[in-house]
Nanobody
């Protein structure tokens, strides 16, 4: 079992920044590929960013490229999502996921464990 706890969400004005954190426990963190997804009201969960076990490879959805950065600290068993230049359309509940099988993935179906989510609201 892997437990994931997100933090760092909140209310921010357009153009502002937030850093989300996701702390993992229950399994060797360096064996997990990690990802961030988001879900806005009335919409399906959307891939945002992913990072491989050794942090060598990262993926981003086009809409956040150049604004968001995913990183991980294997010593702290934590993955981060630095979000800059936030826009109202970034408003959603953000979830981190852990993939125990693949090296890295954009698909929510490959993630085995999820956190409870953290709300990010960007006002215009």
């Amino acid at each position: 079992q892997v437990q994931l706890v997100e933090s760092g969400g909140g209310l921010v004005q357009a153009g502002g920044s937030l850093r989300l954190s996701c702390a993992a426990s229950g399994r060797t963190f360096s064996s997990l590929a990690m990802g961030w997804f988001r879900q806005a009201p009335g919409k399906e969960r959307e891939f945002v960013a992913a990072i491989s076990r050794g942090a060598v490879t990262t993926y981003y959805v086009d809409s956040v490229k150049g604004r968001f950065t995913i990183s991980r600290d294997n010593a702290k068993s934590t993955v981060y999502l630095q979000m800059n230049s936030l826009r109202p359309e970034d408003t959603a509940v953000y979830y981190c996921g852990a993939d125990t099988t693949l090296a890295i993935s954009r698909s929510s179906y490959s993630y085995d464990y999820w956190g409870q989510g953290t709300q990010v609201t960007v006002s215009s």
